[in-house]
């Protein structure tokens, strides 16, 4: 897996794939067009929320189509 797989992975399932963090936080916070704080990510609609917003990427990645 690429850097940026694990990324997305990692966002995608709520999984540690990658040993930086910070790049996860970036990218979620790409994904979600906002600042994200960290206490925020003890929420599981939090995590629901990412998933949604990275699903488009992680579908990609895996060759498949968006449901």
């Known amino acids: ?3 940026y797989e694990k990324i997305v992975a ?3 399932t709520d999984t540690m794939f990658v ?3 910070s790049k996860v936080h970036k990218y ?3 994904k979600l ?3 994200v704080w960290t206490h ?3 929420s599981k609609a939090f995590w629901e929320e990412v998933k949604n917003a990275v ?3 992680f579908m990609a990645m ?3 189509e968006v449901p």
């Open 55 to 57: 699903r488009p990427d």
């Open 28 to 30: 979620i916070e790409k």
């Open 19 to 21: 040993d930086d963090f």
């Open 1 to 3: 897996m690429t850097e």
């Open 10 to 12: 990692t966002a995608y």
């Open 62 to 64: 895996i060759g498949k």
């Open 40 to 42: 925020e990510m003890a």
């Open 33 to 35: 067009g906002r600042p």
